[in-house]
């Protein structure tokens, strides 16, 4: 089977069988670019509905644009890894600002727009303007691995590189970004990483891995890098009179660029305690139940610290408290009520529930 005939049965498998998601209506740019962000380490269960929310409340480049950081984070709730929806938004803002809100066409030419990296331009390009791009990910790893027999050397540089060339000459002088999307697709439903449905491929007589039984080992498991332990200390400032929350955009850390609690290492937690045991108004305690998150290779776990104002503390108090800690000082009180949507990630609503369920059973 040459490359074109592969390519034609593949095109006409994703004809029938392509999955009817709301970005595949119509091409739309904003609407292809904003899901592409939204796909990156978080399943389409989760992102259909939180994508049809965002697109019909920032409807377009400029809304999107112009949209201030809280409801930002409210419609970003939930998808995690906060940080690409600041990406996308400073992304909107170059193209409004420098390019007049028209967007790129040519992948080198969405490279130019911030966060925007190789794998989101490519989809863009070939998609939105059909050009002769290649779009590799992880399902496209899987695919070409099996086609191929490839069962090592597949995630270091040269085989990515080897990868890509070979989507790339697989790809059809017309409706390259429906092949994209079809090789994407292929990987996503059928190559599956475990139970393959490889009699349902249309692709199964070209596949070498499906030849000579080793699918299971095509592609190798991708290296992991080995888990590091962390110990943090999450502090609440809380205001009970006002039953108010203090939340911070953080500078540091893990979960920089994120409004959440402050966090401190284990190592910082010993100075804090002193710190603001020494500051009248306050009463410091810690909390019996601990948190535990993972982010990347990282292993969390986690305290918490709540640091409750006996009376009413003046605006110079605080400042002097957070000033001592070194921590951000771009930081407001919030309505325990209304808390969970302002905050960015699920770390910080592990430590909400917490603080949520001690202070129930306290009263």
Same mark, same amino acid.
């Given at each position: 089977?040459?490359?074109?005939?592969? #390519?034609?049965?593949? *095109?006409?498998? /994703?004809?029938?069988?392509?999955?009817?998601?709301?970005?595949?209506?119509?091409?739309? &740019?904003?609407?292809?670019?904003?899901?592409?962000?939204?796909?990156?380490?978080?399943? *389409?269960?989760?992102?259909?509905?939180?994508? @049809?929310?965002?697109?019909?409340?920032?409807?377009?480049?400029?809304?999107?644009? #112009?949209?201030?950081?809280?409801?930002?984070?409210?419609?970003?709730?939930?998808?995690? /890894? /906060?940080?690409?929806?600041?990406?996308?938004?400073?992304?909107?803002?170059?193209?409004?600002?420098?390019?007049?809100?028209?967007?790129?066409?040519?992948?080198?030419?969405?490279?130019?727009?911030?966060?925007?990296?190789?794998?989101?331009? !490519?989809?863009?390009?070939?998609?939105?303007?059909? %050009?002769?791009?290649?779009?590799?990910?992880?399902?496209?790893?899987?695919?070409?691995?099996?086609?191929?027999?490839? !069962?090592?050397?597949?995630?270091?540089?040269?085989?990515? @590189?080897?990868?890509?060339?070979?989507?790339?000459?697989?790809?059809?002088?017309?409706?390259?970004?429906?092949?994209?999307?079809? &090789?994407?697709? *292929?990987?996503?439903?059928?190559?599956?990483?475990?139970?393959?449905?490889?009699?349902?491929?249309?692709?199964?007589?070209?596949?070498?891995?499906? #030849?000579?039984?080793?699918?299971?080992?095509?592609?190798?498991?991708?290296?992991?890098?080995?888990?590091?332990?962390? %110990?943090?200390?999450?502090?609440?400032?809380?205001?009970?009179?006002?039953?108010?929350?203090?939340?911070?955009?953080?500078?540091?850390?893990?979960?920089?660029?994120?409004?959440?609690?402050?966090?401190?290492?284990?190592? %910082?937690?010993?100075?804090?305690?002193?710190? *603001?045991? @020494?500051?009248?108004?306050?009463?410091?305690?810690?909390?019996?139940?601990?948190?535990?998150?993972?982010?990347?290779?990282?292993? &969390?776990?986690?305290?918490?610290?709540?640091?409750? %104002?006996?009376?009413?503390?003046? &605006?110079?108090?605080? !400042?002097? #408290?957070?000033?001592?800690?070194?921590?951000?000082?771009?930081?407001?009180?919030?309505?325990? !009520?209304?808390?969970? @949507?302002?905050?960015?990630?699920?770390?910080?609503?592990?430590?909400?529930?917490?603080?949520?369920? /001690?202070?129930?059973?306290?009263?």
């Amino acid at each position: 089977m040459t490359m074109n005939q592969c #390519a034609e049965k593949l *095109l006409a498998w /994703y004809d029938h069988n392509h999955r009817p998601l709301p970005w595949r209506q119509k091409v739309n &740019i904003y609407h292809i670019w904003v899901c592409e962000v939204m796909s990156q380490q978080t399943t *389409l269960a989760v992102v259909v509905p939180k994508f @049809s929310e965002f697109v019909k409340h920032l409807p377009t480049v400029y809304d999107l644009a #112009a949209c201030d950081e809280e409801k930002l984070r409210q419609l970003w709730s939930g998808l995690g /890894y /906060y940080a690409r929806a600041r990406n996308l938004k400073n992304g909107a803002k170059f193209i409004v600002e420098q390019l007049d809100g028209s967007f790129p066409q040519l992948y080198h030419e969405w490279l130019k727009i911030p966060g925007c990296g190789p794998y989101t331009a !490519s989809v863009i390009a070939s998609i939105c303007f059909n %050009e002769k791009v290649a779009c590799v990910d992880g399902n496209v790893v899987r695919v070409v691995s099996r086609l191929l027999a490839l !069962s090592d050397d597949v995630w270091s540089s040269s085989g990515q @590189s080897a990868i890509q060339t070979h989507v790339a000459q697989m790809i059809p002088d017309v409706r390259p970004g429906d092949f994209n999307q079809a &090789i994407m697709e *292929l990987g996503a439903t059928v190559c599956r990483k475990s139970k393959p449905l490889c009699l349902l491929c249309p692709l199964q007589e070209h596949c070498q891995a499906f #030849a000579h039984n080793c699918i299971e080992i095509c592609p190798p498991k991708k290296p992991r890098r080995d888990a590091v332990d962390v %110990e943090l200390f999450a502090l609440v400032f809380w205001r009970k009179t006002a039953d108010t929350l203090a939340i911070a955009n953080r500078t540091k850390g893990f979960l920089s660029n994120t409004f959440g609690f402050p966090l401190i290492s284990a190592i %910082e937690a010993s100075q804090a305690k002193k710190v *603001l045991q @020494s500051l009248e108004h306050l009463q410091l305690f810690e909390l019996p139940s601990k948190f535990s998150h993972r982010i990347t290779h990282h292993r &969390i776990s986690g305290k918490i610290l709540v640091a409750q %104002e006996v009376e009413n503390l003046s &605006i110079t108090t605080e !400042s002097v #408290a957070w000033q001592k800690l070194g921590l951000p000082q771009d930081f407001y009180w919030v309505s325990r !009520s209304v808390i969970v @949507s302002k905050l960015s990630t699920s770390l910080d609503n592990k430590v909400f529930k917490i603080f949520q369920n /001690y202070q129930d059973k306290a009263s």
